[in-house]
């Protein structure tokens, strides 16, 4: 804890994570062999295109998918999913993109599985059109969406399906992958957080997906800016002539084969909408590294660890007055343990919000979780601690909560 970090070196508050894997606050550790590796790839040459080839094959089979694709996080996956559905093979369209003219350009997700990220979609150019309700939380026990209501929105206009993985989302994937098929209409699953289990990286291609996101910078732990696309190999192949820097000499450009059919296309594409979206070699390697790594990992081994340390957490904190940890997350498989403390603000120094807000305002900052408050709950997530930063925010937070009784 005392050792000075190079945020500070910079004059820029260091924050302790309590948090799990925020992007806001960094995400997560990269491992120490994907440090090396970046480190390496920084001071030699390669050829983009190249190092995408081979994190096809890696990861074509790592998800048992046709190929795969390196992106600067899962959400630029989702724009370039969503390009990749736009355009196909079309390098006149490539080139249009985000202007949509003449062209179907309807993303159809259930209501239910909107969030912040799907902004992608629509920065590709495309529409969202929602379906379903917003019944379930009603209490009626009426479903969010009906399959019927998604094979009906499909339509001339129609460029893909958009899903949102989460074990509460509805209706499961291979009900929305055989209505769509019947369309010949791809779909497009965000699986940002899914991992682990590692099961979940061929189990959405097993249920039909045509194209699958990750995200490389959260139980990965590879680089914050890399994301894993994965599916169907003609829309890869679009994702990559959209994606890589186009600025090619006719004559010689030689993409490789595994990646790009260049007799499948008219011409060279223009640089695509993806271009803003570079990912460099090293975040490359160490993308590539890292999920070797993480195949290797004991994940039951890591899970045990979080679960004694949220143990001792919560009953570090269990005899404070107005204050109630308890243990969360710790049998569901794809969720981190955590410990969700509620604070009774009557009988406590503060509230959850009081609390959350001064340890932000520390030195160093301490971040615990905020996703709650509404419930007066806040979270302490012990993923992305080392050993005394768990000490220190014990202490950081029994001292705010027990500071003038
Ligand atoms: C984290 C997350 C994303 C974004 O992932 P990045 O790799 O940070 O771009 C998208 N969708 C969902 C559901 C997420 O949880």
Same mark, same amino acid.
């Given at each position: 804890?005392?050792?000075?970090? +190079?945020? &500070?070196?910079?004059? +820029?508050?260091?924050?302790?994570?309590?948090?799990?894997?925020?992007?806001?606050?960094?995400?997560?550790?990269?491992?120490?062999?994907? !440090?090396?590796?970046?480190?390496?790839?920084?001071?030699?040459? !390669?050829?983009?295109? &190249?190092?995408?080839?081979?994190?096809?094959?890696?990861?074509?089979?790592?998800?048992?998918? #046709?190929?795969?694709?390196?992106?600067?996080?899962? %959400?630029?996956?989702?724009?370039?999913?969503?390009?990749?559905?736009?355009?196909?093979? =079309?390098?006149?369209?490539?080139? #249009?993109?985000?202007?949509?003219?003449?062209?179907?350009?309807?993303?159809?997700?259930?209501?239910?599985?909107?969030?912040?990220?799907?902004?992608?979609? /629509?920065?590709?150019?495309?529409?969202? $059109?929602?379906?379903?309700?917003?019944?379930? !939380?009603?209490?009626?026990?009426?479903? @969010?969406?009906?399959?019927?209501?998604?094979?009906?929105?499909?339509?001339?206009?129609?460029?893909?399906?958009?899903? +949102?993985?989460?074990?509460?989302?509805?209706?499961?994937?291979?009900?929305?992958?055989?209505?769509?098929?019947?369309?010949?209409?791809? $779909?497009?699953? &965000?699986?940002?957080?899914?991992?682990? *289990?590692?099961?979940?990286?061929?189990?959405?291609?097993?249920?039909?997906? =045509?194209?699958?996101?990750?995200?490389?910078?959260?139980?990965?732990?590879?680089?914050?800016?890399?994301?894993? $696309?994965?599916?169907?190999?003609?829309? !890869?192949?679009?994702?990559?002539?959209?994606?890589?820097?186009?600025?090619?000499?006719?004559? $010689?450009?030689?993409? *490789?084969?595994?990646?790009?059919?260049? %007799?499948?296309?008219?011409?060279?594409?223009?640089?695509?909408?993806?271009?803003?979206?570079?990912?460099?070699?090293?975040?490359?390697?160490?993308?590539?590294?890292?999920?070797?790594?993480?195949?290797?990992?004991?994940? %039951?081994?890591?899970?045990?660890?979080?679960?004694?340390? @949220?143990?001792?957490?919560?009953? @570090?904190?269990?005899?404070?007055?107005?204050?109630?940890?308890?243990?969360?997350?710790?049998? %569901?498989?794809?969720?981190?343990?955590?410990? @969700?403390?509620?604070?009774?603000?009557?009988?406590?120094?503060?509230?959850?919000?009081?609390?959350? /807000?001064?340890?932000?305002?520390?030195?160093?900052?301490?971040?615990?979780?905020? &996703?709650?408050?509404?419930?007066?709950?806040?979270t302490i997530n012990p993923m992305c601690l080392g050993a005394s930063e768990l000490d220190h925010v014990i202490d950081r937070v029994r001292s705010h909560?027990?500071?003038?009784?």
């Amino acid at each position: 804890m005392s050792e000075e970090t +190079v945020y &500070d070196e910079l004059g +820029v508050p260091s924050v302790v994570n309590a948090a799990g894997t925020k992007t806001r606050i960094g995400g997560s550790r990269i491992r120490p062999d994907a !440090v090396e590796a970046m480190e390496r790839a920084a001071t030699e040459f !390669v050829r983009l295109s &190249d190092l995408q080839a081979k994190a096809s094959e890696l990861i074509a089979d790592v998800t048992g998918s #046709q190929a795969g694709y390196v992106t600067c996080g899962a %959400d630029a996956g989702l724009l370039l999913a969503a390009a990749a559905a736009l355009a196909g093979d =079309d390098p006149g369209v490539m080139d #249009q993109l985000p202007d949509t003219d003449g062209i179907p350009d309807e993303i159809i997700m259930p209501r239910t599985h909107r969030t912040g990220y799907d902004h992608a979609f /629509r920065a590709a150019g495309a529409t969202i $059109v929602d379906v379903g309700t917003n019944d379930r !939380v009603l209490g009626t026990g009426a479903t @969010a969406v009906e399959p019927w209501e998604i094979d009906r929105a499909i339509s001339e206009r129609t460029a893909a399906i958009g899903y +949102v993985q989460k074990p509460y989302t509805e209706p499961a994937l291979s009900t929305v992958t055989e209505i769509a098929s019947e369309y010949d209409v791809p $779909v497009i699953v &965000d699986a940002a957080a899914e991992l682990p *289990p590692t099961e979940n990286f061929s189990r959405f291609i097993e249920d039909g997906a =045509d194209l699958v996101v990750f995200s490389g910078g959260k139980a990965i732990r590879g680089p914050q800016t890399t994301g894993i $696309v994965a599916g169907r190999r003609d829309l !890869v192949e679009s994702i990559a002539l959209q994606h890589l820097d186009m600025h090619a000499a006719g004559e $010689v450009w030689q993409p *490789p084969a595994e990646l790009v059919d260049i %007799d499948r296309l008219d011409g060279v594409p223009r640089q695509g909408i993806g271009r803003p979206l570079k990912v460099g070699k090293e975040e490359l390697v160490g993308l590539l590294v890292a999920l070797e790594s993480f195949l290797e990992d004991d994940h %039951d081994v890591a899970r045990g660890r979080w679960q004694r340390d @949220a143990a001792r957490i919560a009953s @570090a904190l269990e005899s404070i007055r107005g204050v109630d940890p308890a243990l969360d997350g710790g049998d %569901d498989d794809s969720v981190a343990p955590q410990v @969700a403390v509620h604070v009774d603000s009557a009988a406590s120094t503060c509230s959850a919000t009081e609390l959350v /807000r001064a340890l932000r305002a520390e030195s160093p900052r301490v971040f615990v979780g905020a &996703d709650r408050l509404d419930e007066d709950v806040f979270t302490i997530n012990p993923m992305c601690l080392g050993a005394s930063e768990l000490d220190h925010v014990i202490d950081r937070v029994r001292s705010h909560l027990t500071a003038s009784q």
